[in-house]
């Protein structure tokens, strides 16, 4: 294909020769003259390994070039790469107007273009930055999204020093589009690397770069968190990490990354108590171990919060204990949103399964008792009962049985802590704690709309 670079800095430039490796004929656009001079040499504009050879051969074969004229680029290609810096500022803001500078350019040239055009974004931006685009090109194009042109995130996951072998090694391309055609043909773009092609939602793609390099973060100071217990303690940090990595059932995993209800039961309360009490007994500093019980008990107060304008109505609550398949109910998240709405006077029935007054024990009975007493005059082992006599169901906990049953209820409100399924999405009664109807736009994304290309 023939595709326009807008933005020769590390992406842009290691996107440029990557990109003419593998085929392609590739244009480069910069403002900066001495850029340009530089690709037009045969010589790149960063220091990275490999680089520089890969832009020596590519230009030597005439695969690459580079221009400051935008329009020259954009008429002489199928697809305009914009791949320029979002600096942020102190407060964590990004200044767009780069990418906005580019769309201007590139809506300018395709005012004199009849063949529809493809404008991917690899540089780092905001959901809803790519809908900001659409509409300066509309704008200055004069053509309508999606006939004449469309839009697609294409974001990158490249690191400074490694960046031509993340390339050609990544662990997934993601694509982002609400136009089909496109997003495939970009895809095409990445049909010779070994990794699978992901086209989902814009937004999604948009968000992921944020999602990622925020929890590689996160890990980097949680290990540094425990290698400072270690350290007062005399343990080797590295043996406990590595051994901590080996764990890929739960700890390297995708078990606990699904966003929902919060955590309860016995062991992780206790356990993470236990740390962050060894921790300052140590007079070690752990403000990330420290957040996480505060975490959990913001969406306990999300749960509740979205309960709470319904509390005159009756509310159905499916399940009780900690998760599904047990009736241990120590720090259930349930029972204390439960506990907090009984507070304000609701009016509550309650059914679990698993849960048995007469046969609760030990720690198990004098949690529930010293929160909910009376629970046995809440709990009715009928669930169609439950379903028939309440306003509002809350689902708590993921038994097959709720899911079943709900997938024909109409005409009751649904409130969901624990993702039911996709085809409850679309159902206008029903609401998941952070998942569901954009209220921007009235649309629903799910699962389903994600695409695995290869």
């Given at each position: 294909m023939n595709i326009s670079i807008f933005g020769l800095g590390y992406v842009g430039c290691v996107s440029l020769g990557c990109l003419a490796q593998n085929g392609h004929k590739v244009i480069g656009v910069d403002v900066n003259q001495n850029k340009v001079d530089l690709i037009n040499g045969g010589k790149p504009t960063i220091i990275e390994a490999e680089i520089d050879r890969i832009t020596s051969e590519q230009h030597a074969a005439g695969n690459i070039s580079a221009t400051t004229d935008a329009n020259k680029a954009v008429l002489q290609s199928e697809i305009s790469i914009i791949a320029v810096g979002t600096p942020s500022s102190e407060k964590g803001h990004l200044n767009l107007q780069y990418i906005f500078n580019v769309a201007e350019r590139i809506g300018a040239a395709l005012k004199q273009k009849d063949e529809f055009h493809i404008v991917a974004v690899r540089s780092t931006?905001?959901?809803?930055?790519?809908?900001?685009?659409?509409?300066?090109?509309?704008?200055?194009?004069?053509?309508?999204?999606?006939?004449?042109?469309?839009?697609?995130?294409?974001?990158?996951?490249?690191?400074?020093?490694?960046?031509?072998?993340?390339?050609?090694?990544?662990?997934?391309?993601?694509?982002?589009?609400?136009?089909?055609?496109?997003?495939?043909?970009?895809?095409?773009?990445?049909?010779?690397?070994?990794?699978?092609?992901?086209?989902?939602?814009?937004?999604?793609?948009?968000?992921?770069?944020?999602?990622?390099?925020?929890?590689?973060?996160?890990?980097?100071?949680?290990?540094?968190?425990?290698?400072?217990?270690?350290?007062?303690?005399?343990?080797?940090?590295?043996?406990?990490?590595?051994?901590?990595?080996?764990?890929?059932?739960?700890?390297?995993?995708?078990?606990?990354?699904?966003?929902?209800f919060a955590y309860g039961g016995s062991c992780l309360p206790k356990d993470l108590k236990g740390l962050q009490t060894l921790a300052h007994d140590l007079y070690v500093d752990v403000p990330v171990i420290d957040s996480i019980d505060k975490t959990n008990d913001n969406q306990i107060a999300r749960a509740t919060k979205m309960i709470h304008k319904y509390w005159n109505k009756k509310l159905g609550f499916l399940g009780l204990s900690f998760k599904e398949g047990t009736d241990d109910l120590r720090n259930s998240p349930a029972v204390r949103v439960i506990e907090s709405l009984l507070g304000k006077g609701a009016d509550i029935i309650i059914y679990d399964k698993n849960v048995n007054t007469t046969m609760l024990t030990g720690t198990n009975k004098d949690y529930i008792d010293a929160r909910i007493p009376h629970l046995s005059k809440l709990l009715n082992p009928d669930l169609d009962y439950v379903i028939e006599n309440s306003d509002v169901l809350i689902v708590n906990t993921k038994e097959k049985e709720f899911i079943e049953k709900l997938k024909s209820v109409k005409d009751k409100i649904i409130i969901d802590f624990v993702r039911l399924g996709d085809e409850f999405l679309q159902l206008k009664n029903y609401t998941g704690i952070n998942w569901g109807k954009n209220l921007n736009d009235g649309t629903y994304f799910s699962n389903e709309d994600t695409v695995i290309v290869k």
């Open positions: 931006i905001m959901p809803g930055t790519c809908d900001k685009i659409a509409d300066i090109l509309q704008k200055i194009s004069g053509k309508k999204r999606n006939e004449g042109f469309a839009v697609v995130d294409n974001p990158e996951f490249l690191r400074e020093g490694t960046a031509v072998k993340d390339y050609y090694n990544p662990p997934l391309t993601l694509i982002g589009s609400d136009n089909k055609q496109a997003a495939e043909k970009v895809a095409q773009l990445y049909e010779q690397l070994p990794a699978e092609i992901i086209i989902t939602d814009l937004k999604v793609a948009e968000f992921m770069k944020y999602v990622n390099n925020t929890y590689h973060a996160l890990k980097i100071s949680f290990a540094n968190e425990i290698g400072n217990i270690c350290s007062e303690l005399g343990i080797d940090s590295h043996e406990v990490m590595n051994i901590f990595c080996k764990d890929r059932q739960l700890n390297i995993s995708s078990y606990y990354f699904k966003p929902g």
